[in-house]
């Protein structure tokens, strides 16, 4: 994905997830970006507010958000809720504090920046950062099948050089293609076990959920995570 679509998905969700860190624990607020363009995402918070402490001092957040249903609605026989097609998105990496100055050569990129910068001359306390350099994921979910015969799609992406790491599951040269894991993963509707053209069992991870139920059922110990 490209930082216009990651933006564009960010931006459909509205608000999102903020997190940061604070005396070593885990802080999250709700707020939105405003822009985008080459160097990143853009955002705003006031001076005054502990948000803006904890990424001046650490440099580091991350951000997620659920396009969801605004009805929650729970299956009668189960209880669990009812998702309607949608996705979520999240990233986490540097960010930086811009000034005034460097954020008004930028008025007349789009209606955002312009937004922002009238935004920040009504709230003067306002300070504007930009999000640039991140790793993140798309996930794109039809639990009931809707749209498509397989319910997850999942998508990687990293901008400006942030180092990625797979966090998925692999196959190793254990497999003896015994097809439990497939037919484990296929009637959870994830159909993410595949088989090449030489009879090679290996896993679709923007198909996978990393639910684990394959791991569970192979004989021999052949599927690896990838947890760190
Ligand atoms: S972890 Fe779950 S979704 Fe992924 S391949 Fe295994 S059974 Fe399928
Ligand atoms: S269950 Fe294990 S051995 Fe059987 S096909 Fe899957 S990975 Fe291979």
Redesign the pocket.
Known sequence: MDIKEIYEKFDQIGCLTFATIDDGYPETRIAHLFAYDEEGLYFRTMTVKPFYRQITETGKMSICGMSASPNVVHAEATGLPIFEPGFTMKATGDVREISFEELLKKENKSQGFAMGIKDIRRYRDLRAFVMDRFRGEYYDYDFDLATRDHK?IRESFSFNDFPTKFR??KINEKCIGCNQ?KE??DV?L?K??EIDENGGYF?NNN?????????LVCPVGA?DSYRE
């Not at 198909?207 to 791991?215: E, R, W």
């Open positions: 997850i998925g599951m894991c484990q993963c959870k994830f993410a076990i896993i198909h996978c959920d990393v639910c684990g139920d394959c791991t599927i």
